[in-house]
């Protein structure tokens, strides 16, 4: 079946699914059509300025207090919330893993979920929690909404469909997904088993960073970004509802789907966007801009330029620098830098970051290219070059990212990562042309 989506990044989208389900010209008539329940769903409090308040309305066969019954506390043990600092013994450092084996046991997207570093406070909805998933089979009668944060899911292997109560998204790897805080979903594997990253954004919405001196086109551009249409199951039979609140897990029981939104109209509601339609900016003489030029979604904190977390991509692009060390430059940083690699290579590092794989550099921890990459950045014949069937992204926060104890002790983790520096010679002779030997 082919789903069908409304293009355009934060518009005022309306869709039925049964003629003359949506009112029109009001909100909330005495008797909606077709004996729905007019509901509305607010990501912002009602009184935030025009330009970030968000809310959708729902016309639903059943309003979602009847979507919960009484809550139970269940454990879903390898998804932490922050704060989350210290219980595993490694010490700090620069870190790299492979990627996380597949599992073998039935695992669904919920269960399959397991988190890798946390930052901030889900308190305070200040931060975010970096997470990788693995699952090999669907979720069918058990749906979830996150209170704490919205989720950015980057498929890795596999396609992702995610069936949510404002319609359905299929997502492939090189596409991403971003599900709103409080969104009742469930997640089905389009193509046999998936393995993926999530950033659990607890802080403001993300949203399409400002281009400045760029002007109006590149970057992600607001019409490749596409939200459902509504979809809605008639389904009476038992179904669950997980809801993962404050860091602590509860599940309902209820007698039905609560995937049932005929109609809906807002600004509140989840998207999905094509990574390849990012038109990437750079430097066309020398040097090049810093990475931040290449960010995808920001979600800004309360002070100007410093994002609680930015999601940025490393795409295939042309290098045509003259004079110029091409690759990312040795850094160390205020900000927190988790990355992933979804397909191809990394030019800082052509070997141990794979597909799948993670990195993660903290605050203040330096980085930059290995041995192997610095040598031949440094003697390459500098022709244009295109980097092509890659795709790195990071996703970056001003908060440290403390390693959880899973992490920590994840059996794919690089031991010898910090040895990719090693090979790194002195060249500084005193002489003005150094050592090249
Ligand atoms: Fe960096």
């Given at each position: 079946m082919a789903y069908s989506y409304m293009p355009g990044f934060g518009n005022d989208f309306e869709t039925e699914?049964?003629?003359?389900?949506?009112?029109?010209?009001?909100?909330?008539?005495?008797?909606?059509?077709?004996?729905?329940?007019?509901?509305q769903l607010s990501g912002s409090p009602f009184t935030a300025p025009r330009g970030t308040n968000e809310r959708s309305w729902l016309y639903r066969i059943r309003p979602s207090v009847r979507h919960t019954a009484r809550f139970e506390a269940i454990a879903i043990e390898d998804w932490k919330s922050a704060p989350n600092p210290g219980d595993h013994q490694l010490a700090l450092g620069q870190?790299?893993?492979?990627?996380?084996?597949m599992p073998n046991a039935e695992t669904d997207f919920l269960s399959g979920i397991r988190t890798m570093t946390t930052a901030g406070d889900v308190y305070t909805q200040t931060g975010m929690a970096a997470h990788v998933y693995v699952a090999n089979t669907d979720m069918v009668d058990d749906h979830v909404f996150n209170a704490d944060g919205e989720l950015l899911v980057v498929p890795q292997e596999g396609g992702v469909r995610f069936v949510t109560e404002m319609g359905v998204i299929e997502t492939m790897p090189g596409e991403i997904c971003v599900l709103p805080r409080g969104l009742v979903f469930k997640v089905e594997l389009i193509d046999g088993p998936v393995r993926g990253y999530i950033c659990e954004n607890y802080g403001a919405k993300f949203t399409l960073p400002d281009r400045g001196p760029i002007g109006a086109n590149c970057l992600a551009n607001?019409?490749?970004?596409?939200?459902?249409?509504a979809w809605f199951e008639e389904k009476e039979t038992p179904c669950r509802l997980i809801v993962k609140w404050c860091g602590n897990f509860h599940v309902t029981e209820i007698d039905h789907s609560p995937i049932d939104v005929v109609a809906w109209h807002g600004n509140y509601a989840p998207y999905k966007y094509d990574l390849s339609t990012f038109s990437p900016v750079g430097a066309i003489l020398f040097d090049h801009p810093d990475p931040s030029i290449f960010t995808v979604l920001t979600a800004p904190s309360g002070e100007e330029g410093t994002a609680n977390v930015d999601f940025v991509i490393f795409p295939p692009r042309w290098l045509v620098a003259e004079d110029t060390f091409r690759p990312p430059w040795y850094h160390r940083n205020?900000?927190?830098?988790?990355?992933?690699?979804?397909?191809?290579q990394y030019d800082a590092k052509e070997e141990g970051f794979v597909p799948g794989g993670i990195s993660l550099h903290n605050m203040m921890l330096a980085h930059g290219p290995d041995a192997f990459?610095?040598?031949?950045?440094?003697?390459?014949?500098?022709?244009?070059v295109k980097l092509d069937h890659t795709m790195a992204f990071m996703f970056e926060t001003r908060f440290p990212q403390m390693l959880t104890r899973y992490a920590a002790e994840l059996e794919t983790r690089q031991d010898n990562y910090i040895d990719c520096w090693a090979g790194l010679k002195k060249r500084f002779n005193g002489t003005p042309d150094g050592d090249w030997s």
């Open positions: 699914t049964l003629a003359g389900s949506l009112p029109q010209g009001r909100n909330s008539p005495q008797r909606p059509a077709y004996g729905l329940y007019a509901e870190l790299r893993w492979d990627p996380v084996p607001p019409r490749d970004f596409k939200t459902p249409v205020i900000m927190s830098e988790f990355m992933g690699l979804i397909r191809g990459g610095f040598e031949k950045a440094s003697r390459a014949d500098l022709e244009p």
